[in-house]
């Protein structure tokens, strides 16, 4: 008989009604026998034994709370399970995916889990073309236990129709970092919006979100986006026993070392300062350094390669000053930590819970310290004001999206884009840039991401590409023989070029680079991506239309603009507030359990009972002197957020352009509030 359709949809967001068990000893076994750890913590036994019931979950556990055993550990017992209730055939336990955006972790977990048996692998753009041939061979025949990826992974139609062929099915779908997911969090990523959507398509039989920072309204957006109910809400508390959280004010960001040495001195151990900028923490590093302390400086512009070895030693040495920016800290998995310091004002209290709980993850007392002064403002607005662009900016964006040519295409056609020359052409971050690309895609559902492609291409021959020269006539063989460039090293192919000229598909042409990479032929590199686009809707062709997706976009974004400065108030707030710290960080997160001290008595507020006393934030006012000033250096008129930029110092592609960055009036009204307005009158 046939079934209705819904009786086939096995996806997430069918409601169940059944309860699920809290306990599972099949989990435990499984915990004992392949991960060598004698018991659970916190709440992971109930989440495994929903997730393994069929049921989906969300888990908001803290830093180091043991959220991986809790995807990790129902991953390896799906087939074994099977195979006790002999529900299905040895090779149809099907795989589990790990969405992680953190690339190093995914690299350390899965050497922990080969270690352990189990066939764990990443797919990320280091595997050579045997290795990703050899993990979609595995992947068919259902051999791989668990695939990490990162959220980007899932623009690729190739990647999301090979996952549908994987036999056995998507037995489960964990999402790390979930908080990305919604929009009120302090770090949301487009890419994750389109994770539920996966999920659907690819019918993962349940999901688990994980992340350790969440508060009640994200919790609850992560929860509605794969329509989990509130009885697969998994939450503990954020409070820390052994943390002391001290908050200290300077009148001057200077007034700062004398403080951090004298406490580092008397606290010795294992440390990590946060600062915002990447200058600023090679310059504390230098400073502690020639205080005698053993310190080194950590952030996203240094090479993978001194980034590990820094890492690695942090993780040997009891007595290391790391002083970073917040690229440091994700996935390091040191129990002895100290102290942590800020340095600078953390962006939210997400962020600051965040860092804290890197310390102390051995139980033992460690001090969190915070010093705030009123310079730290500038450095966050510079943040904050510099995500949004002009409106003009998001207007000419959309033209070149909403071009002639796309607006003749039809639906199912595609058109290619470089979100880097956008970037640059129309003066707007890459992050800011990404968000309005998935709002056209999932608010506006005009287009959709596929497959991105390689804009460059370039190869060194080997002494069977001179061979084959003689021998291999085939068009894209020729295509290529014709049309490509060699300089020093290296052959520069254009592909497109190339396939015109012989009149073949551009994929011939890079099938055939890429088969002759693999059997060392020649040697490739790809980089330059291009985004691709397949549109779903007719693409607007009025301005009316136009200017209205031009204006929500705006108005969108003035929003987040918002939330981020609230954000860093609410931060202050936390830190110069009559009341204890620890209490207000956990009702933060909505986390006001039984059991919680009324005060904690290890932060400033309980240690003092004073509130901290933050110096007065003077902006001066803008004149209209100070404003020609800045005029007679800019000659141009067309916008007066980028004018507003330049003078209060905020960098941008097109002041990059311009060379403006080095005028004299670029960061002259540092010390004013950001106002727009002064520069829109003119
Ligand atoms: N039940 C347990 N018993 C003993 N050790 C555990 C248990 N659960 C997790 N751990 C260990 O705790 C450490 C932290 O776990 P894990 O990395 O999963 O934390 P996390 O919640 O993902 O943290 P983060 O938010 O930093 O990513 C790991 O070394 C892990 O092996």
């Not at 040997?316 to 129990?335: E, H, L, Q, R, S």
């Not at 497959?451 to 085939?474: G, L, V």
């Not at 994929?507 to 020649?522: C, F, H």
């Amino acid at each position: 008989m046939k079934r209705k359709a819904e009786d086939d949809d096995n996806s997430p967001r069918k409601k169940s009604t059944i309860v699920a068990p809290l306990k599972s000893p099949f989990a435990v076994k499984i915990l004992n026998e392949r991960f060598g750890i004698p018991g659970f913590r916190l709440e992971q036994e109930a989440v495994i034994a929903r997730l393994l019931h069929g049921e989906s979950a969300v888990v908001v556990f803290p830093t180091g709370g043991g959220k991986s055993l809790c995807y990790q550990v129902p991953a390896v017992a799906f087939p074994e399970l099977d195979k006790e209730l002999n529900s299905r055939g040895a090779a149809d336990g099907g795989v589990s995916i790990v969405v992680s955006p953190l690339i190093a972790l995914m690299k350390d977990q899965v050497d922990a889990l080969s270690r352990r048996n189990i066939y764990a692998v990443a797919m990320d753009s280091s595997k050579t073309r045997e290795e990703f041939l050899q993990i979609n061979s595995d992947l068919r025949e259902g051999k791989v236990r668990i695939l990490y990826c990162a959220p980007e992974r899932l623009n690729n139609e190739g990647f999301v129709a090979s996952i549908k062929q994987v036999r056995g099915g998507v037995r489960l779908i964990a999402i790390d970092e979930a908080h990305c997911i919604s929009e009120w969090g302090h770090s949301f990523r487009p890419d994750y919006l389109k994770v539920a959507r996966f999920a659907i398509e690819i019918k993962a039989e349940r999901v688990v979100c994980l992340t350790a920072t969440a508060t009640l309204k994200v919790a609850q957006d992560v929860c509605d986006a794969f329509n989990v109910p509130p009885s697969g809400l998994f939450r503990t508390t954020m409070y820390r026993s052994n943390l002391r959280l001290v908050v200290e004010s300077t009148t001057t960001k200077h007034a700062k070392y004398p403080l951090i040495f004298k406490f580092l001195r008397a606290h010795p151990g294992p440390t990590i300062i946060y600062v915002t900028l990447q200058k600023q923490s090679e310059m504390l590093a230098n400073d502690l350094r020639q205080q005698g302390f053993n310190a080194r400086s950590f952030h996203a512009g240094m090479q993978t390669d001194s980034k590990t070895q820094l890492q690695d030693e942090f993780m040997k040495n009891d007595n290391m000053v790391i002083c970073a920016t917040i690229a440091f800290g994700m996935g390091i998995d040191k129990a002895t930590i100290r102290n942590v310091i800020h340095f600078d004002i953390p962006s939210s209290i997400e962020g600051y819970s965040q860092q804290i709980g890197r310390a102390g993850r051995d139980g033992l007392l460690s001090n969190c310290l915070f010093y705030l002064c009123p310079e730290d403002f500038y450095l966050r607005d510079v943040f904050v004001y510099g995500n949004l662009p002009s409106i003009q900016s998001v207007k000419e964006f959309l033209e070149d999206v909403f071009s002639d040519e796309n607006v003749a295409k039809d639906v199912g056609e595609s058109f290619e884009i470089s979100q880097y020359s956008q970037g640059r052409k129309f003066d707007i971050k890459p992050t800011t840039l990404s968000i309005m690309y998935a709002q056209l895609e999932l608010k506006f559902g005009l287009i959709r991401a596929i497959t991105p492609k390689y804009s460059k291409y370039e190869f060194e021959a080997t002494s069977r590409y001179f061979a084959a020269q003689n021998w291999d006539k085939s068009p894209a063989a020729m295509a290529v023989f014709k049309t490509a460039d060699k300089k020093a090293k290296y052959h520069h192919i254009d592909v497109d070029a190339a396939a015109n000229r012989v009149g073949v598909k551009r994929m011939d042409v890079i099938r055939k680079l890429n088969d002759w990479n693999d059997n060392n032929t020649i040697v490739l590199r790809t980089s330059g991506v291009l985004n691709v686009y397949s549109i779903v809707q007719k693409l607007p062709s009025t301005d009316d239309e136009r200017s209205d997706i031009a204006e929500k976009l705006f108005a969108q974004m003035e929003d987040r603009q918002q939330q981020d400065l609230q954000r860093t108030k609410d931060v202050v707030k936390l830190a110069t507030d009559r009341a204890c710290i620890s209490r207000k960080v956990a009702a933060y997160f909505g986390d006001e359990s039984v059991g919680l001290p009324k005060e904690c008595g290890h932060c400033s507020w309980c240690e003092t009972h004073k509130p901290v006393i933050l110096g007065k934030h003077a902006y001066k006012p803008t004149t209209a002197a100070t404003i020609a000033h800045v005029l007679a250096h800019v000659p141009d008129r067309d916008d007066p957020r980028y004018l507003a930029r330049i003078a209060f110092g905020i960098g941008s592609p097109r002041i990059t352009q311009a060379k403006l960055g080095s005028s004299p009036v670029f960061e002259s009204l540092s010390d004013h509030d950001f106002v727009v307005r002064s520069f829109a009158q003119l």
